[in-house]
Structures are given as structure tokens and as C-alpha cells.
């Protein structure tokens, strides 16, 4: 079954500390990540997506295939990161861009 | 500025007593979606609709209807909501529904069941 895990719920650094948000996924094929955020009270939107290979308000994500993972990167958090940070897939050559989310990652910046 | 709207923002009913959540969209695109997120858990899509095309996921229980009368809106209808149902229900779009399209996501809609 298709399924994305982010492992941790919650996690707390300091401003200027290194970040990783772990989220790793199971599917039997080639599918298309993204990591979604969703400020307070805002809504959620689009950070990043592998295949663009970009870097988003200094975040990258590289989706590692053997260790099926796509972990999202910060060298220095900001406390404007803090937020919710979900995971998600598509299935790679669906029409119907179907996400899948992980149960989320509550950032906490602190000063 | 285009974007997906959600009304009504917070929506209390009774339990059993039908439901209808409103989503429209300024951006013209060619699918909705709506998913179901309960309280700690990931969003959950219900079902999706590609241009009039309605398509229903499988797990997706009977109680939950939709409605597509034009391409700008999208009605959730819970025909006897349970206490079960309680949940924020986010409507989504995109472009064209292919697998790398960036969603867009309303600010969703919190559903209290009495």
C-alpha cells in the first residue's frame, strides 16, 4: 500500500540551528514528491516538489530511492519557519494527481 | 487575487441532520478535490472531480455526495452526518490534475457534529 511517514510529530531547534524533517514513503513505482506547509492560520500550500530540484525560502528536499526518502533541509532555521510541514506523493503517471499525505511535522523555531 | 474560497469557515450540525459544504475557485482549473482531515491525522481525499467527471475513491463511505454545476464550484454534501465526521474538510484544485501539478488548497472547513 502506498504510504508516507513522517516519523516525528514535533521538532524543536533553536534559531540558526541546522533542520531535517525526516519523511520517508512505500510505492511500488516512480512517484512525484512534494513537501506541503501550512502556516498559522494560513492555508496549506506548496513548498517544494522533487522534480523541480529547487530551493524554496532555503529549503531542499533530495528524494534518495534506495532509502526511499525525502527528507526536507534547512542549513539555518528561521523563526518564520515554524509551521506544519506534511509529506505527500502522487502516483507518477496518474491523471488524477491524487496526494498522499504523511501525518505532519510540527516545526518550532525558537528564539 | 485568484484562489479557493470555503464557506462557510465553521459549520455545527446535528447529528443525522444533512450537511453542505461550499468550495469555489478563481483560477480556472479543471479539478477539485476534497479531502477529509481529522483532528492529528493526515488529509484523506474523499473524491475528485476532473472538468464533470466525478471520481469517488473507494474507501469513500456512501453518506458523502458531491457536486460539480460549473467549473468554479464544488459542493460537499454529508447526507447523515455522524459524530464520526467531525473534521476539517479541505477543498483543493489544479490545473490539469497530472501527477507533478502543484494543488491549491482552500482554507478549509471545520465541521462539529452535536
Redesign the interface.
Given at each position: 500500500a502506498q504510504r508516507v511517514t513522517q516519523p516525528e510529530k514535533l521538532l524543536s531547534v533553536f534559531k540558526g540551528a541546522p533542520v531535517e524533517l525526516k519523511c520517508n514513503y512505500s510505492y511500488s513505482g516512480s512517484p512525484e514528491l512534494f513537501w506541503y506547509v501550512q502556516y498559522s492560520r494560513q492555508r496549506l500550500q506548496l513548498l517544494l516538489r522533487h522534480i523541480s530540484r529547487e530551493s524554496i525560502k532555503g529549503f531542499t528536499a533530495d528524494l534518495n530511492k534506495g532509502e526511499t526518502s525525502f527528507h526536507l533541509k534547512k542549513p539555518f532555521a528561521q523563526e518564520e519557519d515554524s509551521a506544519m510541514y506534511y509529506c505527500a506523493l502522487t502516483h507518477g503517471s496518474s491523471n488524477t494527481g491524487k496526494l498522499i499525505f504523511g501525518q505532519g511535522t510540527t516545526l518550532q523555531v525558537k528564539p | 487575487d485568484a484562489m479557493?474560497i470555503q464557506n462557510p469557515r465553521y459549520q455545527v450540525t446535528q447529528f443525522g441532520k444533512p450537511v453542505t459544504l461550499s468550495c469555489s475557485q478563481t483560477l480556472n482549473h479543471n479539478?477539485m478535490?476534497w479531502?477529509q482531515q481529522k483532528s492529528?491525522?493526515?488529509?484523506?481525499?474523499l473524491f475528485?472531480y476532473?472538468d464533470k467527471d466525478f471520481?469517488n475513491?473507494a474507501d469513500t463511505p456512501d453518506n458523502f455526495q458531491s457536486r460539480r454545476p460549473n467549473t468554479s464550484f464544488c459542493f460537499l454534501d454529508i447526507r447523515s452526518p455522524g459524530l464520526g465526521d467531525a473534521a476539517m474538510y479541505?477543498c483543493?484544485t489544479?490545473r490539469?490534475?497530472?501527477?507533478?501539478?502543484?494543488?491549491?488548497?482552500?482554507?478549509?472547513t471545520r465541521l462539529t457534529v452535536l
Amino acid at each position: 500500500a502506498q504510504r508516507v511517514t513522517q516519523p516525528e510529530k514535533l521538532l524543536s531547534v533553536f534559531k540558526g540551528a541546522p533542520v531535517e524533517l525526516k519523511c520517508n514513503y512505500s510505492y511500488s513505482g516512480s512517484p512525484e514528491l512534494f513537501w506541503y506547509v501550512q502556516y498559522s492560520r494560513q492555508r496549506l500550500q506548496l513548498l517544494l516538489r522533487h522534480i523541480s530540484r529547487e530551493s524554496i525560502k532555503g529549503f531542499t528536499a533530495d528524494l534518495n530511492k534506495g532509502e526511499t526518502s525525502f527528507h526536507l533541509k534547512k542549513p539555518f532555521a528561521q523563526e518564520e519557519d515554524s509551521a506544519m510541514y506534511y509529506c505527500a506523493l502522487t502516483h507518477g503517471s496518474s491523471n488524477t494527481g491524487k496526494l498522499i499525505f504523511g501525518q505532519g511535522t510540527t516545526l518550532q523555531v525558537k528564539p | 487575487d485568484a484562489m479557493v474560497i470555503q464557506n462557510p469557515r465553521y459549520q455545527v450540525t446535528q447529528f443525522g441532520k444533512p450537511v453542505t459544504l461550499s468550495c469555489s475557485q478563481t483560477l480556472n482549473h479543471n479539478v477539485m478535490y476534497w479531502y477529509q482531515q481529522k483532528s492529528s491525522q493526515a488529509p484523506k481525499l474523499l473524491f475528485h472531480y476532473y472538468d464533470k467527471d466525478f471520481n469517488n475513491e473507494a474507501d469513500t463511505p456512501d453518506n458523502f455526495q458531491s457536486r460539480r454545476p460549473n467549473t468554479s464550484f464544488c459542493f460537499l454534501d454529508i447526507r447523515s452526518p455522524g459524530l464520526g465526521d467531525a473534521a476539517m474538510y479541505l477543498c483543493a484544485t489544479s490545473r490539469t490534475g497530472r501527477s507533478t501539478d502543484t494543488q491549491y488548497f482552500g482554507p478549509g472547513t471545520r465541521l462539529t457534529v452535536l
